[in-house]
């Protein structure tokens, strides 16, 4: 099995809960506060742990109380932190919005030292031995241009989570084996609207054309759809039990992803045991918090069997 590789950020998670946001110059009274960990890629790197992957992460943090909280997370999750420098920036944070009674949310994100991100953070040695680089886009885009190029050139499978998303990121999918956007992330990246089945298999057709090997494309409550040129199957959502905080499924997803090819599963079997880990995200709150572990997406898989 080989181990994967995630380049990205880590944020210290703030989540709000209150009836709506304020508008500019109002204060609002909230009901709830949380703090936890999050950032795209941290929280990907413990879904593919917690999945049974051995895990390297590449990051930057800063030499404050949240770099502290990030580096105690990975240690007692057992990530490879080898490849995560400390700079004098602080470590990135996100506000969280919840609206109180939803499992919705809205992320303002600001990366900090993860923001200074380069090619130079991405050595050779990470990926000897190797099975899977992963990244997304919360830092630098010629950081994650020279992850998916390197673990190209190295024999790596490469996963391009392109979240959040724009336009310009089209220019990584000839990098990527798989790309993972979620509906609105496909709908930028292509141009085309993504609200029906057949309009994801639309994008689908539109991301493979503009270089991507395949796409998957998360769709919430109705599961993926897994898209080749060979083959556009939909896989269902499977659930666990409410969703209380869709935080972070989209990061579920993607690190069981990950683990799930690095240990040979065919991608199909990837995909749908990605959607489980997606599925069991949802029912805990937080982000990397909420992560699912190994035992709790096989048992969810075999019940739905
Ligand atoms: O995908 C969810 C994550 O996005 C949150 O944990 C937040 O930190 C933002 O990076």
Redesign the pocket.
């Known amino acids: 099995m080989g181990r994967v590789v995630v380049l990205g950020?880590f944020?210290a998670?703030l989540a709000f809960t209150a009836p709506r946001l304020p508008h500019p110059g109002e204060t609002l009274l909230g009901s709830a506060f949380a703090l936890g960990p999050?950032?795209?890629g941290s929280?990907q790197a413990i879904a593919a742990r917690r999945a049974g992957a051995d895990v390297a992460f590449v990051s930057r943090i800063g030499r404050d109380a949240f770099g502290e909280m990030s580096l105690s997370l990975w240690q007692a999750e057992g990530i490879d932190t080898r490849a995560v420098s400390r700079s004098d920036k602080p470590t990135g944070t996100?506000f969280?919005f919840r609206p109180e009674g939803s499992a919705e949310n809205a992320?303002i994100?600001v990366s900090g030292a993860a923001g200074d991100l380069n090619a130079e953070d991405v050595t050779p040695d990470l990926l000897d031995g190797a099975g899977v680089m992963l990244t997304q886009l919360?830092q630098p885009y010629p950081a994650a241009q020279a992850a998916l190029a390197r673990a190209r050139a190295a024999g790596l499978v490469t996963i391009l989570n392109p979240?959040p998303a724009s336009r310009e990121a089209a220019a990584l999918l000839p990098l990527a084996d798989y790309v993972t956007p979620n509906e609105s992330e496909a709908a930028l990246l292509t141009g085309c609207r993504v609200d029906t089945i057949e309009d994801a298999r639309a994008a689908g057709d539109a991301l493979i054309d503009l270089g991507a090997g395949c796409a998957v494309i998360t769709l919430g409550e109705r599961g993926a759809l897994f898209h080749t040129p060979d083959r556009s199957t939909l896989i269902p959502a499977m659930t666990a039990g409410p969703a209380v905080d869709t935080?972070?499924a989209?990061?579920a997803f993607n690190g069981a992803f990950a683990a799930a090819l690095a240990e040979g599963q065919v991608p199909f079997e990837a995909a749908r045991f990605a959607v489980a880990a997606a599925g069991l995200s949802v029912t805990k709150p937080g982000?990397?918090a909420a992560m699912a572990h190994r035992a709790a997406i096989d048992a969810l898989i075999a019940a739905r069997a």
């Open positions: 950020i944020a998670d999050g950032g795209k929280n996100a969280i992320i994100v919360e979240a935080t972070g989209g990061d982000a990397g």
